[in-house]
């Protein structure tokens, strides 16, 4: 086993041990010294790559979440409007009467069949049995 593929299996340990053991020894272990700096520019150039993709992912939950929620209230603003909106206006002859305030509306055939323009309360019940 290479020396790479045991700092990269035991890590910080290896690292450690080997050191120790360079001092040890009367060296200071120089082909250590290099291997350890390019553990550590390694490291932190993926601690970095990390960080902004957690930053990127969190942006664009961020973005996402916010869109949900427009949506929602976009939605639930356009049905409570049209819930709430006044009814048009229709286009039927309604005509109130001063005295009682009920609806009357003219009837063509009643108008018709007496000859004259009368207008029809509903109120009143229809009795026409023939």
Do not use: H
Not at 4 to 18: A, H, P, T, V
Not at 47 to 60: C, D, Q, T, V
Not at 103 to 112: D, H, I, R, V
């Amino acid at each position: 086993m290479s020396d790479e593929e045991r700092m990269q299996l035991y890590g910080l340990d290896y690292i450690r041990s080997q050191n120790e053991s360079n001092v040890d020894n009367g060296e200071f272990g120089l082909n250590f010294n290099r291997r350890s700096k390019r553990y550590v520019e390694e490291s932190q150039v993926k601690r970095e790559k990390l960080e902004g993709e957690l930053f990127s992912f969190l942006i664009n939950e961020i973005i996402f979440c916010v869109t949900i929620i427009l949506i929602f209230f976009v939605t639930t603003g356009y049905f409570t409007y049209k819930k709430f909106k006044p009814p048009k206006e229709r286009n039927c002859v309604v005509e109130y009467d001063e005295d009682t305030t009920t609806n009357k509306y003219e009837s063509k055939s009643w108008s018709k069949a007496t000859s004259s323009t009368t207008t029809k309360n509903f109120s009143e019940p229809q009795n026409t049995i023939t």
